[in-house]
């Protein structure tokens, strides 16, 4: 049985350039629940922030929903929506392939594929739209992810009690089998989730 079978919140957390938005697409069109992507209920047009009162009303009313699938990690705020979720999926990709992915990602919003922008960055774009708010900070995240922002978000999620499946290669999967064995997660080949997704 999927890890997800039955859940009706579900969140999907990673580094950027994990894959975090394909598996929640390919998700959201097998379960029927919502999606919401975090970037898109966050940035305003030219890449502008919300302020955090303004955010954290946004978060709550999307969390409060009945139903969802939510992508994205804003780690700051995870607290609440794991407060509200049934499950997470997890997806652990090596930081190269996240950083090759960003940058092929970028390279192609400079090509005008504004479909990878934030909604309203998208909807505002014009002919040479701006690609990120900060390129340099987001490699930066991508490279520190696995130590300094896997744990601490695993550990959340199970402080709250929130069913956690890893999706990851097996080569990584064998250093994540002390979470495992203890309880805290369950592990996923990204072969055997997507076989999962399009049976």
């Known amino acids: 049985m999927a890890p997800w079978a039955g859940a009706r919140r579900i969140l999907i957390l990673g580094s950027p350039g994990a ?3 394909s598996l929640a697409r390919l998700l959201a069109a097998m379960t029927g629940l919502p999606l ?3 970037d898109d209920l966050y940035w305003a ?5 919300p302020a955090d009162d303004d955010w954290s009303r946004r978060l709550a009313a999307a969390a409060a929903e009945p139903a969802w699938i939510i992508d994205g990690n804003y780690a700051s705020s995870l607290a609440n929506r794991a407060d509200r979720a049934e499950m997470a999926l997890v997806v652990d990709t090596a930081p190269l392939i996240c950083l090759w992915r960003v940058i092929a990602r970028v390279r192609a919003i400079r090509a005008g594929a504004v479909g ?7 909807e505002q774009a014009g002919p040479a739209p701006a690609t990120t ?4 900070r987001l490699c930066r995240l991508i490279i520190g992810f696995r130590r300094h922002a896997f744990v ?3 550990n959340e999620l199970a402080q709250r009690q929130v ?14 089998r002390r979470l495992e064995r203890s309880g805290v997660v369950t592990i996923m080949s990204p072969g055997e989730a997507e076989r999962t997704l399009k049976a």
């Open 116 to 122: 990878h922008l934030p909604r309203q960055v998208r």
């Open 152 to 154: 601490p978000m695993i």
């Open 133 to 136: 708010r900060d390129f340099g």
């Open 45 to 49: 047009p030219d890449w502008f922030r």
């Open 163 to 176: 069913r956690v499946t890893v999706i990851a290669s097996p080569a990584r999967a064998r250093r994540l």
């Open 19 to 21: 894959g975090k938005t």
């Open 36 to 38: 919401v992507h975090l």
